[in-house]
């Protein structure tokens, strides 16, 4: 018999499944996280009280998702929400993942549009449907960024030690 335990991880596990299907389109990926879910699931005993700890557990992958940046159908309508997650919190020495999820080319620029150090720290040139822009990010700070095609939309990565 399945305890309320482990059936409230297996939903919340195909939860975050859904979740990280829109995020992440790659099959391998999702295959990766099922079996770390159903690892989880499985490891449950019927005996155990829940905790922290195993919510922790569960969940651990997800700080993995933060490296990956969606930029979503219909962007350019959408202002700072056209990148998500938006911001974007890294490591310093982490690279982040935008992908472009629309119907139309974007592109990733450092800065603020107009500023004379627009694009210094990155700029991707344009991103096709489907396609990713990678950057490592070296330094600690803050790094606004934005869409040279639709300056309307802008993000923010957020670097930390």
């Not at 159903?38 to 700890?53: C, G, I, M, Q, W």
């Not at 569960?58 to 962007?75: H, R």
């Not at 600690?140 to 095609?149: A, L, N, Q, S």
Request: with cysteine; charged share 15%.
């Amino acid at each position: 018999m399945v305890s309320n335990r482990c059936l409230c991880l297996l939903i919340l596990g195909l939860l975050l499944i859904s979740t990280v299907t829109c995020t992440f389109p790659t099959q391998n990926r999702n295959h990766l996280l099922s079996a770390q879910i159903l690892k989880e699931a499985h490891n449950v005993t019927n005996n155990s009280r829940p905790n922290s700890v195993d919510l922790i557990n569960t969940t651990s992958f997800q700080s993995n998702a933060q490296n990956y940046v969606s930029i979503v159908p219909d962007a350019s309508t959408l202002d700072d929400r056209g990148f998500q997650p938006n911001p974007i919190k890294v490591k310093v020495g982490q690279a982040i993942k935008w992908t472009n999820n629309d119907t139309i080319p974007h592109t990733i620029t450092s800065g603020i549009e107009g500023a004379a150090s627009t694009g210094s720290d990155f700029d991707s040139g344009n991103i096709d449907i489907r396609k990713s822009f990678d950057h490592k990010f070296v330094t600690k700070g803050e790094f606004p960024y934005f869409c040279r095609i639709h300056p309307n939309m802008v993000g923010e990565v957020d670097v930390s030690d």
